[in-house]
């Protein structure tokens, strides 16, 4: 579970979680998340995310690929099924079209490779944001 107590129903509404496994892409997106006025809860790994009960306070997941262990697509099919209004938007450093294609009909919010520009994030939250359904 989260252990954080100022996450109450009130902030709940604008957290952003973030997974990668490299801590500077970790902390880049904790800070560009911040900037945009959201709050950032980021993890080390899909399990990590998994067990901290962020799936269910959070109002965007973004994954990184390939991760050891669950790897991003599969956290995204997990989120998919058991969070299923969580928009997930996946990133990467290895462009493949195949995976890129697999993600998006999984029903990926957005797909963007790293290095990625700021605004083009900001943009993929946005827009899941904007296509989430309501509460």
Not at 48 to 72: K, N, Y
Not at 87 to 95: C, D, E, K, Q, S
Not at 106 to 117: E, N, R, S, V, Y
């Amino acid at each position: 579970m989260v252990e954080d107590s100022s996450l109450n129903a009130g902030s709940a509404r604008h957290i952003v979680a973030a997974v990668d496994d490299d801590y500077r892409v970790r902390e880049s997106i904790e800070s560009l998340v911040a900037s945009a006025g959201h709050t950032p809860l980021v993890f080390a790994s899909a399990e990590e995310f998994l067990r901290s009960g962020a799936p269910e306070l959070a109002i965007c997941l973004i994954t990184d690929v390939r991760m050891p262990g669950i790897d991003g697509l599969e956290l995204q099919r997990r989120v998919r099924l058991q969070y299923p209004r969580l928009p997930v938007i996946l990133i990467t450093a290895h462009y493949d079209a195949e995976i890129r294609q697999k993600a998006l009909s999984q029903g990926a919010a957005g797909f963007l490779h790293k290095p990625f520009d700021a605004a083009d994030l900001l943009g993929a939250i946005d827009l899941a944001l904007s296509t989430r359904p309501e509460d």
